[in-house]
């Protein structure tokens, strides 16, 4: 049984009205999500390089993300470094702990911990964060008047680290300081996999959609306070539109769904 044959057209399009720019209703029902969701007209501007732990500077860089004079466009044109373990293992479980809070109902955290320029794309969207907010307020009770609850929300699968956001970075070399550039941020695909439960109006046995899909996990080096993106109707071209040294050939978790039995 489908999504659609659960809840009916009529079903999608409400949810369609709080899903499709608010991370918090990506985590209820991401499948709704990325049928429905619209693409923006404009193209994806890559963010101003945010600071990042200390001895590290962003440069002062055009949209492109690279130095003055110098986009980058390359991973190659910056210093990388091994991923350590506990990096993806952090991630995972900061995944985790979003989803706890979610399937308590705390969707505001969800909104809280949107990846910050991704939630100012998804406001512009929705006509400002005052409105994205206020219909983020009624996500409770619009879900208990459509019989409709998360049941659980977990990482699972295998998370990839990826270096993003090209900064400056003074090290020593021949005993002299020279400014190199390097990556101030982690970026990890975290799989997840959610429950949620479908009261029918029929008074039949409720549906429990299972759906798997992931999370995108950023975060400054040196630092352990993530933020996020849900994977819900995302695009490998989405998320090179923010960090421009991600491979060309980026594949991202599968994003799919079928009815528990």
Known sequence: MTWLAVGGMACRVKIRLYLLLSFAMAMVCGVAQAQKRTPSKTPAKTPSVAPVAPAVTPPAAPPSGGTAGKPVSEASDVMSELVPPEVETSAVAAVAKLGDEVVLGHYQVAVERMYPVWKKREAEREGGMDVLEKKLASVGVTMVQMGISLISFKPQGK??????VPGTKVVKENGASVEKLVFTKWMVLVPTVRK????RK???KPAVIEST???VAICDKGKNDWTFIDGAGLKASDLRGLFVTLPQNLALPPVEEHESQ
């Open 213 to 215: 899909g992931f999370q």
């Open 196 to 199: 949620i439960r479908i009261q």
């Open 159 to 164: 998370p990839r680290a990826y270096e993003v």
């Open 202 to 204: 029929d008074g039949l």
